[in-house]
């Protein structure tokens, strides 16, 4: 059984300088106390710049959407005939 694939979607300059700046900061979930919170955005701002002037292009999956724990479907939801046959 296959699992459906997300659409990939081109992150922005910005996020791509947030998830570099939080791997500089972190190690994990503990903080790394030997770069400054000023030092890591500027070094993140700078290799953002590189990747986009050398044409690098990422791609992040969407935002997954809220858990549904209900075993009613939702009634705008569009229901699948499970029969087609």
Request: hydrophobic letters at 35%; charged letters at 35%; glycine letters at 4%.
């Amino acid at each position: 059984m296959t699992q459906p694939v997300d659409p990939l979607l081109n992150a922005r300059p910005e996020e791509l300088a947030d998830a570099l700046q939080h791997g500089l900061r972190y190690d994990g979930r503990r903080r790394v106390h030997d770069a400054d919170e000023f030092m890591a955005r500027l070094v993140a701002e700078r290799l953002v710049a590189h990747l986009l002037r050398c044409g690098f292009v990422l791609l992040r999956r969407p935002a997954p959407g809220a858990p549904d724990s209900s075993r009613h479907p939702h009634p705008h939801r569009r229901i699948e005939d499970k029969d087609r046959s």
